[in-house]
């Protein structure tokens, strides 16, 4: 069974600072690839998505995340944070062997200080 | 208007208690999903529907009971539920066709505590 792993639970960072939040999957198969962002209070929304072509996808917000089929990983980043940015962070897989079925990481907290 | 809203946003009920939640989307999407959120851990699909048609029960204990009446409607009847079941219960949408992409429209979800 495919498993995906986010591997920072928090992640407090300055305004205006840069941000990358890690994300690996197990799965030797092609996959789907994707970011969705909580905001407080609110339903997940989707960020950015990997299906195929470039390894490097942007996104809404300015983020953009990078495909690494050797290390499995597909990482997100934003060079600057804005206080707005405070939301949880879920990274998700979804493969042909589990039907397409999306399997969600336990997410990443990411707190923007001024 | 939200493409998908969810009544009610909160919800406390006895283990004893019958209640239900529900899901509207207006996007003209054909899959609905709900998906139970635990603080902390992965995001777990509990039922598919697709075309009106359950295609996916996740082995969720028969006190959850889906019903979707269009394609536009979802429900989740929650009857002599555990204090394990709170939780966020978060509904979604996509076109059928986007089912396989991962490409789905969420609700803001319905908090659930139960005593």
Redesign the interface.
């Known amino acids: 069974a495919q498993s995906?792993t986010q591997l920072d639970?928090q992640v407090p960072v300055f305004e205006e600072a840069p941000v990358e939040l890690r994300c690996n999957y197990s799965s030797s198969v092609s996959v789907?690839l994707?970011w969705?962002v909580q905001y407080p209070?609110?339903?997940?929304?989707?960020l950015l998505?990997y299906?195929s072509g470039s390894t490097l996808v942007k996104g809404i917000n300015g983020f953009e995340a990078e495909f690494n089929k050797s290390q499995t990983s597909f990482h997100l980043r934003k060079p600057s944070v804005h206080i707005s940015d405070t939301a949880e962070y879920?990274c998700?897989v979804?493969e042909g062997s589990n039907?397409?079925?999306?399997?969600?990481?336990?997410?990443t907290t990411v707190t923007v200080r001024a | 208007e939200t493409g998908v809203t969810q009544t009610p946003r909160h919800l406390v009920m006895g283990m004893t208690n019958k209640k239900s939640l529900k899901c509207e989307q207006h996007l003209g999407h054909n899959a609905m999903y709900w998906y139970k959120q635990s603080a902390k851990k992965p995001l777990e699909l509990m039922f598919v529907y697709n075309f009106k048609e359950q295609t996916e029960n996740n082995s969720v204990p028969s006190r959850f009971s889906p019903e979707c009446p269009n394609s536009s409607h979802l429900f989740l009847h929650l009857h002599t539920l555990q204090p394990e079941d709170s939780a966020l219960y978060l509904c979604a949408s996509s076109q059928a066709e986007q089912i396989n992409t991962g490409e789905l429209f969420f609700g803001e979800g319905s908090r659930l505590t139960v005593l």
């Open positions: 995906v639970s789907y994707f969705y209070n609110q339903g997940l929304q989707l998505k299906l879920f998700a979804s039907d397409y079925k999306l399997s969600f990481g336990a997410g």
